[in-house]
């Protein structure tokens, strides 16, 4: 089985900065991408940040120039680094992994932005 754990989530004013992390643990076979995601009452989780294994990454156009996505293949950890952080940037962000025919997601952690 495996586990996603999720840490550094919380309340910030806008324009500051938090740092996400995710680690993976148990069995876990060839992973094509890590990522994450984040979801808002009402709608639809969606993409914020994935890196492929050889380390193509796709952001959505929204956090483009303020989210920096890195992974460590080692540890199978993916970190999500949040700065000039916006209010419309509140919301649960989820942690993602997945190989060619199996995924997993996080619990999931609150990302809240003040005005």
């Known amino acids: 089985q495996v586990q996603l754990v999720e840490s550094g989530g919380g309340l910030v004013q806008a324009g500051g900065s938090l740092r996400l992390s995710c680690a993976a643990s148990?069995?876990?076979?060839?992973?094509?991408?890590m990522g994450w995601y984040r979801q808002t009452p009402g709608k639809q989780r969606e993409l914020v940040a994935t890196?492929?294994?050889?380390?193509?990454?796709t952001y959505a156009d929204s956090v483009k120039g303020r989210f920096t996505i890195s992974r460590d293949n080692a540890k199978n950890t993916v970190s999500l680094q949040m700065n000039s952080l916006k209010p419309e940037d509140t919301a649960v962000y989820y942690c993602?992994?997945?190989?060619?025919?199996?995924?997993?997601w996080g619990q999931g952690t609150q990302v809240t932005v003040s005005s």
């Open positions: 993602n992994i997945r190989g060619s025919m199996w995924g997993y």
């Open positions: 148990g069995t876990i076979f060839s992973i094509n991408a």
């Open positions: 890196m492929a294994s050889g380390g193509t990454t």
